[in-house]
Every structure is written in C-alpha cells, then in structure tokens.
Nanobody, 122 residues
Framework: QVQLVESGGGLVQAGGSLRLSCAAS????????MGWFRQAPGKERDFVAV????????YYADSVKGRFTISRDNAKNTVYLQMNSLKPEDTAVYYC???????????????WGKGTLVTVSS
C-alpha cells in the first residue's frame, strides 16, 4: 500500500516556475514507477511525466517537454515535478501516481494522491 500527498501548487504568472512535491508513505516506494498527471476543468486526466524506480528512464508529454522535469529521491520517498516557463494552458489539478511499470495511462497506475491545484495567469 502506498499513500501519496502532493504539495507545491498555487497561483503563478505565465512564464513563472513552480515545483510540485509528492510525499509517499510505504516501504516499497522505491520499487514503483512514479508519474504526474493533470486534469483541467471539464477535461480528462492527462499524462504529464513518469519516472522509473531508479530514475534512469523519464518520459514526458509533448506539451511539457523541455519545460518540466520529473525527479525522485528514494531516500526521502518523494517525487518532484519542476515546472518552468508555465503557460495558462498548464492550469489544472496535478496528481501524483504510483504504478508497477513505466507508463502514460492513468489506468496503469495503482495509487493516487488527491491532487494540488496549479493556476497560471496570463
């Protein structure tokens, strides 16, 4: 069992930066792939980024490639999402998720946090 708690969301102007954190409980954190997804109002939950258990493989949605960076610290049971050059279209609730394999579909993730809201003003 893994419990996930996101933090770091907030209001930022376009072009600004935010770093999201996701703290995980459970001794098996390091064995899971960790991902970030986001959901804008009235839209489906979309893939943002994912990292494997060793941080050797990272994948990003095309819409955030070059602007967002996912990382993890297994000693701290935490995964991060550094978001730079933010755009109004990045506005969404951002969710942290854990799953057994590296993937980009929400269905592949077993555990979810409750989300943190990111609002980017123009």
């Amino acid at each position: 069992q893994v419990q996930l708690v996101e933090s770091g969301g907030g209001l930022v102007q376009a072009g600004g930066s935010l770093r999201l954190s996701c703290a995980a409980s459970g001794r098996t954190f390091s064995s899971y792939a960790m991902g970030w997804f986001r959901q804008a109002p009235g839209k489906e939950r979309d893939f943002v980024a994912v990292v494997d258990w060793s941080a050797s493989r990272r994948y990003y949605a095309d819409s955030v490639k070059g602007r967002f960076t996912i990382s993890r610290d297994n000693a701290k049971n935490t995964v991060y999402l550094q978001m730079n050059s933010l755009k109004p279209e990045d506005t969404a609730v951002y969710y942290c998720a854990a799953g057994p394999i590296v993937g980009s579909t929400p269905a592949g993730m077993n555990y979810w946090g409750k989300g943190t809201l990111v609002t980017v003003s123009s």
